[in-house]
């Protein structure tokens, strides 16, 4: 009589690491899903948005805080201030900010949702990375935007007002800063460091997924240097300091991920040799 195989404590279950069958849903259900997603992920935007309408003013004066200082260190002549060219201009204007307060306030909603859109095709462990990913993603984000409120929009905004004052015969140039140009100019420049902060929590996944492993980022760090700097110069004012602001954490963090590619492959060698 053949004896049935049994698993002992050690050996790992492949079964149980089978990620769900996507046929189980059919395509309708998918987009049921994915339009129930995009209704949560709205409705808590508009939330955000709501919030952000309410302390409107005190968002501003955050968002204006490096401007000012800007103002004040490159001896520019008057208060800084900040003007509307026609009466609804600045009513459009408290839109635009109150809709970037919602996004900053919905990330983390926004994180889940998607995350949770694509967790019945991954395997068991990877499921378990749900609130890591969620809080590591929001965490990057603000710090990111943070970063360039504190550190590069002061610099920039120094180096842009300095351009100003008396050129040859007397002839002067002041600044008389839009507050849709300005709100604009900051919201860009905000949600870009935040995107690019997230770039450990990408990499980290595409090596997980196997995509990429540290190898081919050593391989393509080169490049990514170049793509950096290019992207840097596209999106940052066109001062040198500013380019080197967004391109040097860029870089940096590029190669933390590198780092945290090679711990996955260590770990992988690992759970793979403790399975033969």
């Given at each position: 009589m053949t004896e049935t195989p049994t698993l002992d404590s050690g050996d790992v279950d492949d079964t149980a690491e089978e990620p769900e069958e996507e046929s189980s849903m059919t395509f309708w259900e998918h987009l049921g899903e994915l339009r129930s997603r995009v209704f949560k992920t709205l409705l808590f935007f508009v939330l955000?948005?709501?919030?952000?309408?309410?302390f409107r003013e005190s968002v501003l004066l955050w968002l204006t805080t490096?401007?000012?200082?800007?103002?004040?260190?490159?001896?520019?002549?008057?208060?800084?201030?900040?003007?509307?060219?026609?009466?609804?201009?600045?009513?459009?204007?408290?839109v635009?900010?109150?809709?970037?307060?919602?996004?900053?306030?919905?990330a983390p909603v926004i994180f889940y949702q998607g995350w949770s859109f694509?967790?019945?095709?991954?395997?068991?462990h990877e499921k378990r990375l749900t609130i890591p990913f969620v809080i590591a993603s929001t965490g990057l984000f603000g710090a990111g935007a943070y970063f360039g409120?504190?550190?590069a929009f002061?610099?920039?905004?120094?180096?842009?007002?300095?351009?100003?004052?008396?050129?040859?015969?007397?002839?002067?140039?002041?600044?008389?800063v839009m507050i849709g140009d300005y709100i604009e100019f900051v919201s860009r420049m905000l949600l870009a460091f935040g995107a690019i902060f997230e770039l450990p929590v990408i990499i980290f996944f595409l090596t997980l997924a196997g995509v990429v492993d540290?190898?081919?980022?050593?391989?393509?760090?080169?490049?990514?240097i170049v793509a950096a700097f290019a992207l840097s110069a596209v999106i940052t004012p066109p001062d040198i300091l500013s380019q080197l602001l967004m391109a040097g954490p860029l870089c940096l963090l590029y190669f933390f991920s590198i780092g945290i590619a090679w711990l996955i492959g260590i770990r992988k060698k690992r759970a793979q040799a403790s399975s033969d």
């Open positions: 955000g948005c709501a919030v952000g309408w309410y490096p401007f000012i200082t800007a103002w004040k260190a490159s001896g520019v002549a008057g208060e800084a201030a900040l003007h509307f060219p026609a009466p609804a201009s600045l009513f459009l204007s408290y635009k900010l109150s809709m970037l307060t919602g996004a900053v306030l919905s694509i967790a019945p095709g991954l395997y068991a409120w504190r550190i002061p610099i920039a905004f120094q180096y842009l007002l300095s351009l100003s004052g008396e050129v040859a015969g007397g002839f002067k140039v002041e600044p008389t540290h190898h081919k980022l050593l391989a393509f760090s080169r490049y990514f």
